[in-house]
């Protein structure tokens, strides 16, 4: 077991090392300029997850539908798992890897965006979201730990985190959520001087 004091400095490492990685900090740059972007033609974002990313997944459509740093209109975001009652009977009807796709294809339309978040980049249910977006034309985030896994191969913009520790993923995938949150609300309706 670690210990905290080793905890928080293997957190404070993994940000150290995404403050160095300018590719990295340049894509979620770019990320939150494409969300801004969409949103001003009346695109939507959708999110998926598993466990963990599944809450982050939630957290991201919370700051967008909801509000961040300060009040304004909402904006279209939802988290894929969010109706258990479609989880549950895609799930049964026809299997569990489908319920993120199955739903995405109900709703989501050309110039809309997925956020596909694996630490893994490799579960099933979340590749499977990611290749139907590919085929509706939807652009897909993908925020993952550091290989990318399979999940890296149909990502528009790969947020790779440089870490093959779940937590450690988890809580830069939290940091990169409140950054592009922040920066699409600014971007869009901060009072311009």
């Known amino acids: 077991m670690r210990t905290l004091e080793e905890v928080l400095t293997e957190t404070i490492a ?4 995404i403050l160095d990685d300018g590719i990295l900090l340049e894509t979620v740059r770019n990320v939150a300029e494409h969300l801004v972007s969409g949103y001003r033609s009346g695109a939507r974002v959708y999110m998926c997850g598993n466990g963990g990313s599944a809450a982050d997944a939630q957290h991201f459509a919370a700051e967008l539908t909801g509000h961040f740093i300060f009040d304004r209109p909402a904006l279209g ?26 739903a995405l294809e109900g709703s989501a339309r050309p110039g ?29 985030v993908a925020m993952t730990g550091e290989s990318g896994g399979k999940l890296a191969d149909l990502a528009d913009y790969l947020i790779n985190v440089p ?12 940091v990169f959520i409140h950054a592009i949150s922040e920066h699409v609300e600014y971007k869009l309706f901060a009072q311009q001087p």
């Open 14 to 17: 993994v940000k150290s090392r």
């Open 112 to 140: 809309d965006t997925l956020v596909a978040i694996s630490t893994s980049g490799n579960s099933a249910n979340v590749l499977r979201a990611a290749m139907s977006a590919k085929e509706l034309g939807v652009t897909v």
């Open 163 to 174: 870490s093959s520790d779940t937590g450690r993923i988890q809580e830069s995938h939290i």
């Open 77 to 102: 975001a939802e988290a894929l798992h969010g109706n258990p009652s479609h989880l549950t009977a895609v799930a049964n009807d026809y299997d569990y890897d489908t319920v993120f796709a199955r």
